[in-house]
């Protein structure tokens, strides 16, 4: 398997549509989901009613539209762009993930830029 370069990544989030896209297969991560990070705490939720919940554990949180973007080459990935306004980019892939702070495996893993920096964490489908 090939490295994925940032810049591949960043043209991959560039062309997400401005409609809600849903994903073409059920591999393909999809909302809703529930989605976090330790060090620093960090909390995403993707609803399916189009809007993401975005708490950067330092006080700020802001609500956004989003569209999920399933890959081109692969049902095991998807980007998520949010609204212009938001800085914020990230990528969702069906891998085993641990978080930090619980013995818990999640189904999912997701990596996020926000404001210039890169947080990791996990993601599960909601109930």
Known sequence: M???HAGAISLFLAVASGEAALAGSPETPAPPLTCGGDEPYWHLKLGIDGKARFSDGDGETF????TMQPSRNTTLIAGVN????????AVIGRETCSA???DEDKPLSIS???KGDLLSGCCQPDS
């Open 2 to 4: 090939k490295p994925i």
């Open 63 to 66: 609500i956004s539209a989003f």
């Open 82 to 89: 949010f609204g212009p306004k938001a800085d914020i980019h």
């Open 100 to 102: 930090t702070a619980s």
């Open 112 to 114: 996020v830029w926000y």
